[in-house]
C-alpha cells in the first residue's frame, strides 16, 4: 500500500505518466469534460472535495512550470484566484477566456472532477521538469 502523497490510484497513475509541459485539469463540478478525455471523478456531495484541497494534494506530487485559468475568474471568483496564488506563489499564470479553457481540456492527460461549486474554480496544470 502507497505510503505517502496521492493515494487515489487513478490520479496518481496520471500524474506518473506526465511529462514535461502536459496537461492535467482540475475543476468543478460542472465543468464539461471532452468525451476522449479521462475524467478523474471525485465529487461526493456539493463541497466535497473542494477544488483548492484537490489542488493541493496534486501539487505534492506534481512538479508545475505554469498554469492556465479563466480570465473570468478575476471578477467573478476573485477569493479562489488568492487561494490558487498562495499554493502556486512562484508558477506562471496565464489568464485565458473560459470558453477556451473548456476546449483546452481536450488536450490535457485527465480532468479532475471535485465537489466544488463556485465559479470558474477550473485550472490546466503544466507540468514541468525537476532538473
Do not use: C
Not at 2 to 15: A, C, D, L, Q
Request: proline share 5%; net charge negative.
Amino acid at each position: 500500500m502507497k505510503k505517502t502523497g496521492v493515494m487515489n490510484s487513478n490520479i496518481s497513475r496520471v500524474i506518473a505518466d506526465m511529462g514535461h509541459m502536459d496537461w492535467l485539469g482540475i475543476g468543478d463540478a460542472g465543468t464539461p469534460v471532452p468525451k476522449d478525455t479521462e475524467k478523474i471523478d471525485l465529487s461526493v456531495r456539493s463541497g466535497l472535495p473542494s477544488f483548492i484541497d484537490v489542488l493541493k494534494e496534486v501539487l505534492v506530487e506534481l512538479e508545475v512550470q505554469k498554469v492556465y485559468v479563466a480570465e473570468e475568474i478575476k471578477t467573478e471568483n476573485s477569493k479562489q484566484l488568492e487561494e490558487i496564488k498562495k499554493v502556486l506563489p512562484d508558477v506562471e499564470i496565464e489568464f485565458i477566456p473560459h470558453s477556451q479553457l473548456k476546449k483546452d481540456l481536450s488536450v490535457s492527460k485527465a480532468f479532475i472532477r471535485t465537489g466544488e461549486e463556485t465559479p470558474y474554480s477550473n485550472i490546466i496544470l503544466e507540468s514541468g521538469v525537476i532538473f
